[in-house]
């Protein structure tokens, strides 16, 4: 495994709609490992193969509810429900962060790395990652969905907002656990 170079906003690669997984080989399985290593490394939520350079439909998604890594080859989002607004960010755009709206629970058909089809759902950030991801697959930014930027001071508000709104779902379920 090794880590690799995540690259940034303003390279084409970003820009192109990826090709699908034709050969489930030990290539593939050397960059589902890099990609797995890498996105550790950055402390993201997922990453698509264009992020790292290559223009194949692969990501790997980091399951938030069980830090499990969910490997995703020729994904298609194939089910949605619900909505859900909260902060995003990319690791190809280091340092910005906008309120994006996408579904609360995604479901979505992809191949594993033998090639072989499978069903996965998320939910929270789990089903945001797995929108983000996919539309990196063609060609897409998260910048599209926004209108601007969160400013440091919005961020920092925002981040505070969470923060009590989480302290005050912890008190409410030990009220009801007592």
Known sequence: MALRKIV?????????????VTEFNPHLHELLDDMEETLRDANGA????????????VCVVLDEETDEMIELINPEIIATGGEQTGLEGCLSIPGKYALVSRPERVRV????????????????????????????????????????????EELDEYLKNQEREEQDKEREEKKEQA
């Open 46 to 57: 997922g990453l698509p193969a264009p992020q790292v350079g290559v223009l194949r439909r």
């Open 109 to 152: 058909r992809a191949v594993d790395r033998s090639g072989e089809p499978f069903e996965t759902e998320g939910e929270g950030l789990t089903a945001r990652a797995f929108c983000h991801e996919i539309e990196h697959l063609d060609g897409h930014l998260f910048v599209e969905h926004i209108d601007h930027f969160l400013s440091d």
């Open 8 to 20: 940034l906003q303003g390279n084409e690669c970003l820009t192109r709609v990826c090709r699908p």
